[in-house]
């Protein structure tokens, strides 16, 4: 009897220990924003931790308005080179999948949408500049290829993802299911898991059965890293990181040794370029700013008469309008981040001119040219020579006109350490 309870005994902790060995875990990832390199790094690092920890799958949410097509295209080979199924769950209410965001959710193994959700509108658009009529026409075939190619691969409605490029057609979830763009309209991410369960899909690994039932679900947020590099990658961000890098850089020059400035200034310099790699930058906006920068320096040393600072502001705002070339808003700069920073600029500049003029003008208070002004005591006769008492010293002197010992002076200027006084009347 004893033996026939250690054996069940023995058999139900391996069966719980087998049970728990092969119930993987199921990772989810949050992306809402501009697919651009920070989203492509912070998706392709899960799916390869997940291909590593063999997850039973990983859950892409996704809220997008599109992006860049270099990062999507990466997104995209990332999700068929993986082993473990790749579930894009558009949510939540509201969310949309839109431009790039419709090439990455028709490449998952399991495309799902949220009620209140839109999928489409992926009609290319030269975000690194304006397209020629031959130019834009090679961008839309070469998307609508694309977009065929993936939908066809997961056997989804290729018809509609090339009306998708080619028309830009967006879709609710509903008519996205019933036209076989998606998988699954599920309110919540349990009700998905439940719907997936036993499904059938191919990864880079082969054939494989889903098992979402009871999972442990682990959500994973970005790292501090990724949420600094996603917040610089926005256009109106990195445009202020590079007016205070030359902000910067102008102070330590002009005061050398002050160190702080000049570091934030570089700081502030680095993280402009990096986030300038991740934007559709015209470099022409560029220079424009850089030569209103330099217009408004040269103001300090040059008398225009405000003819620089007037170029400075024109220059300026200009380049600022420039500097980001596209059409879509999410990667343009916003004039109500423009006009600040060019009023702001003009009036630094201003003031700091105003504050050289006004240390010019000023009389000096130290040295020999301090002196200029001042009133003394003869100490012996003066006319071509003579010693005068100014400023607790006794200095040589001479004068145009006889000044008896013990008459007030007033020095009219200094010459080769000698004074030429005058009477004080």
Same mark, same amino acid.
């Given at each position: ?119 489409? &509108? $992926? ?9 020629? *009529?031959?130019? /834009? +026409?090679? #961008? !839309?075939?070469? &998307? $609508? ?9 997961? *056997?989804?409605? /290729? +018809?509609? #993802? !090339? ?263």
């Amino acid at each position: 009897m004893k033996n026939i309870f250690l054996i069940t005994l023995i058999l139900c902790i391996a069966a719980i220990f087998h049970a728990s060995q092969s119930c993987a875990d199921i990772l989810v990832v949050r992306v809402n924003g501009v697919v651009n390199p920070v989203m492509s790094e912070y998706i392709s690092k899960n799916i390869d931790r997940a291909d590593k920890d063999n997850a039973e799958a990983v859950v892409i949410e996704l809220d997008t308005p599109g992006g860049l097509d270099t990062s999507m295209r990466s997104i995209v080979k990332k999700i068929n080179a993986s082993s473990t199924p790749v579930i894009v769950y558009v949510a939540p209410g509201g969310a949309r999948a839109a431009s790039a965001g419709v090439f990455i959710t028709m490449a998952a193994h399991v495309a799902a949408m949220a009620p209140g959700t839109n999928i489409g &509108a $992926a009609h290319p658009v030269g975000v690194g500049g304006k397209m020629d *009529k031959t130019m /834009a +026409e090679k #961008a !839309e075939n070469d &998307a $609508a290829a694309y977009i065929i190619s993936i939908a066809e691969k997961r *056997k989804r409605n /290729a +018809e509609w #993802a !090339e009306k998708a490029v080619r028309e830009s057609l967006s879709i609710t979830e509903s008519d996205a299911l019933k036209m076989n763009v998606i998988d699954f309209v599920s309110s919540d991410l349990t009700s998905l898991l439940t719907a997936v369960d036993k499904k059938e899909i191919e990864t880079a690994a082969g054939k494989h059965t889903m098992n979402t039932g009871g999972v442990n679900i682990i959500y994973i947020e970005m790292s501090v890293r990724h949420k600094i590099l996603d917040i610089i990658s926005d256009p109106n961000i990195a445009y202020l990181l590079m007016l205070l890098g030359f902000y910067g850089i102008f102070f330590e020059l002009t005061n050398p040794g002050a160190i702080f400035p000049g570091v934030i200034g570089a700081l502030s310099l680095i993280l402009a370029l990096y986030s300038f790699q991740t934007l559709p930058v015209n470099y022409a906006g560029v220079m424009l700013i850089v030569l209103g920068i330099v217009l408004f320096i040269l103001e300090i040393k040059v008398t225009s008469f405000g003819m620089l600072t007037i170029g400075g502001i024109i220059s300026m705002t200009i380049g600022s309008i420039m500097l980001f070339d596209s059409p879509l808003p999410f990667l343009s700069l916003s004039l109500k981040v423009i006009l600040p920073a060019v009023i702001i600029t003009a009036l630094f500049f201003s003031l700091t001119i105003y504050l050289v003029v006004k240390a010019y003008k000023r009389k000096p208070v130290t040295g020999a040219e301090g002196l200029a002004g001042l009133t003394g005591e003869a100490k012996t006769d003066i006319h071509d020579k003579g010693q005068v008492f100014i400023h607790g010293e006794i200095w040589s002197a001479w004068s145009e006109e006889a000044i008896k010992a013990g008459e007030k002076v007033v020095v009219v200027e200094v010459n080769n350490l000698k004074l030429k006084v005058k009477a004080r009347k």
